[in-house]
Nanobody, 124 residues
Framework: RVQVAESGGGLVQVGGSLRLTCVAS????????MGWFRQAPGKEREAVAG???????AYVDFVKGRFTISRDNAKNTLHLQMNSLKPEDTDMYYC??????????????????WGQGTQVTVSS
């Protein structure tokens, strides 16, 4: 089975931290561009961060300095360390895998495999 699956979401207070994990199965993880996206009810899915096959990273302005994306090719896992969380970060977070980063790390067009999401809720 070819899939990516997210975990690590939860309920945290403002200023708290969470670490999301995405486990990839049935694909050559090291050859994939990977990214994190998020979506809240009534809003469009938006990019959070992306990481290329060779470790290059990109972040949307809103999370720069607070979130860190990383990958562990030996374990076929992707992570998103989220610090200094704020209520505006409340969203369903999705892991995505793509090929060649054709449209950029933060463009959903670069991705063709999506997880089911993990909920992040930041209370005020």
């Amino acid at each position: 089975r070819v899939q990516v699956a997210e975990s690590g979401g939860g309920l945290v207070q403002v200023g708290g931290s969470l670490r999301l994990t995405c486990v990839a199965s049935g694909l050559a993880f090291a050859d994939r561009t990977m990214g994190w996206f998020r979506q809240a009810p009534g809003k469009e899915r938006e990019a959070v961060a992306g990481i290329g096959r060779y470790g290059s990273t990109a972040y949307v302005d809103f999370v720069k300095g607070r979130f860190t994306i990383s990958r562990d090719n030996a374990k076929n896992t992707l992570h998103l360390q989220m610090n200094s969380l704020k209520p505006e970060d409340t969203d369903m977070y999705y892991c995505a895998a793509g090929w060649k980063n054709i449209y950029g790390l933060l463009n959903p067009r670069s991705y063709n495999l999506w997880g089911q999401g993990t909920q992040v809720t930041v209370s005020s």
